[in-house]
């Protein structure tokens, strides 16, 4: 300090700056290069944007085909079940009856059907019944029925098998 004035140190401009014509301040050429963004930084932020659009994309495609798999594995389950009380609400003696046969599998409105059986299939139906006696004795039987349903889905070829034991007199 000398004199009572504190030195201050001056920072001093380096651009210049000039009035133009209708008297708003322009910097110079150096300083306008320096604004904005590259090309450069452009072209890697479009990159990276469709790349990850895309990626989106991609993981909605997927999540739809695993809703649609959902749907489908809901259904087979309800029709499968279905299938076994119907057969439950028969006499035992009927039973056998059924082993063999195929069944569809519908959609809400009870007649569309809702999956498509393999390739190959001998009965065209995605569904398929299969019964057979675990135990008899004593005028007892106990039968091992399988609901079988193997069908060419959203996601690929599927399988589900739905399995229960029943038994009484014949």
């Known amino acids: 300090m000398q004199n009572g004035h504190r030195n201050h ?3 001093r401009d380096t ?3 000039t009035r133009g014509a209708c008297g708003k301040v322009r910097l110079s050429a150096a300083r306008e290069e320096q604004r904005g963004l590259s090309l450069l930084e452009v072209l890697v932020a479009t990159v990276l944007t469709v790349v990850m659009v895309i990626a989106i994309m991609n993981a909605c495609i997927h999540q739809q085909a695993l809703q649609r798999l959902d749907s489908e594995i809901n ?3 309800l029709t499968c079940r279905t299938r076994l009380d119907e057969m439950r609400a028969k006499p035992l003696s009927e039973l056998r009856e059924l082993d063999g046969a195929g069944f569809a599998v519908v ?3 009870g007649v569309t059907p ?5 390739p190959g299939d001998p009965d065209g139906l995605p569904g398929h019944i299969q ?3 675990e135990r008899a004795a ?3 039987a106990l039968y091992r029925i399988e609901t079988t349903v193997q069908w060419l889905g959203a996601t690929g070829r599927h399988s589900v098998t739905y399995t229960t034991m029943w ?3 014949q």
Not at 114 to 118: F, G, S, T, Y
Request: without cysteine; positive net charge; charged residues 25%.
């Open 75 to 77: 259904y087979v389950y």
């Open 114 to 118: 809702l999956v498509k059986a393999v």
């Open 131 to 133: 019964i057979r006696e």
């Open 15 to 17: 651009t210049t700056r």
């Open 167 to 169: 038994g009484g007199v």
């Open 107 to 109: 959609g809400s409105n």
């Open 9 to 11: 140190a001056r920072v």
């Open 138 to 140: 004593g005028g007892r």
